[in-house]
């Protein structure tokens, strides 16, 4: 329940004087409180020196308060304003006006009217947003969660799909691999190969110069060893 304080003066000649009188509150309409009943009953408030504090029930958006104002003058005033839910003291000059037909605040009861407008999904909705900012688009919370379904299973396609690729690629990757690898291997063995054939052949080329050189080294000189004893015995 909040205290509402109020405070009102009159002017005078020089500045302002406390205004002597009372206040009267009003529930505009019944209304409930729970398990009771709230009926539109007058209650006053009598100004001490211009002041004056009431506890006041909390108005909800079905109903409001009027509050008349009565200085001993025969210029009242009475405000349609809402009592927020609060234990808190509030000014009296804070109080939000409002429309007693309506309940909506003063400030806006003369603005234009609410546009509204439909949309199939929340895509579409925010397609017509962006070119009505004034108007408050409304759109199927269920239309809206089938069309989010189906952008997921699409999803969900396409991610198995990118899958079932990769897995191929990472398949053929595999396979290049090894063909690279058996290929290497084969050119090893190749290469060993040759290194044996090249051994083979250095050695058979070596066996065959070396009795050839021993043959012409050794070789007898042919030449007779009788010819000079011959010719001396001529003579």
């Known amino acids: 329940m909040a205290t509402i304080h109020i405070k009102l003066a009159h002017p005078n000649n020089g500045g302002t004087t406390p205004?002597?009188?009372?206040?009267?509150?009003t529930p505009?309409?019944?209304?409930?409180?729970?398990?009771?009943?709230?009926?539109?009953?007058?209650?006053?408030?009598?100004?001490?020196?211009?002041?004056?504090?009431?506890?006041?029930?909390?108005?909800?958006h079905t109903g409001c308060w009027a509050i008349t104002e009565l200085p001993g003058t025969p210029q009242e005033y009475t405000r349609y304003v809402q009592i927020p839910t609060t234990s808190e003291t509030l000014e009296y000059t804070d109080?939000?006006?409002?429309?007693?037909?309506?309940?909506?605040?003063?400030?806006?009861?003369?603005?234009?009217l609410l546009q509204i407008a439909l949309a199939a999904d929340a895509q579409a909705?925010?397609?017509?947003?962006?070119?009505?900012?004034?108007?408050?688009?409304?759109?199927s919370e269920e239309a809206s969660i089938n069309?989010?379904?189906?952008?997921?299973?699409d999803i969900a396609a396409v991610r198995s799909a990118a899958q079932t690729q990769a897995n191929h690629a990472t398949g053929s990757a595999q396979t290049a691999a090894a063909a690279?690898?058996?290929?290497?291997?084969?050119l090893q063995s190749i290469e060993n190969t040759a290194q044996q054939i090249g051994v083979v052949v250095d050695a058979i080329t070596n066996a065959t110069e070396s009795p050839s050189g021993s043959q012409t080294t050794d070789e007898p000189d042919?030449?007779?060893?009788?010819?000079t004893t011959e010719d001396s015995g001529e003579e």
């Open 147 to 153: 069309a989010m379904a189906a952008t997921v299973a």
């Open 180 to 186: 690279a690898e058996t290929a290497t291997q084969n």
């Open 95 to 112: 109080l939000i006006d409002v429309n007693p037909t309506t309940l909506l605040p003063t400030t806006v009861t003369a603005g234009p």
């Open 222 to 227: 042919s030449t007779p060893t009788d010819t």
């Open 19 to 25: 205004c002597n009188g009372t206040v009267r509150f």
């Open 125 to 139: 909705a925010l397609a017509y947003s962006r070119t009505h900012p004034e108007t408050l688009v409304l759109y």
């Open 28 to 60: 505009i309409r019944r209304y409930n409180r729970g398990d009771t009943v709230i009926i539109p009953k007058p209650f006053e408030v009598t100004l001490t020196n211009g002041e004056a504090n009431a506890k006041v029930i909390e108005s909800d």
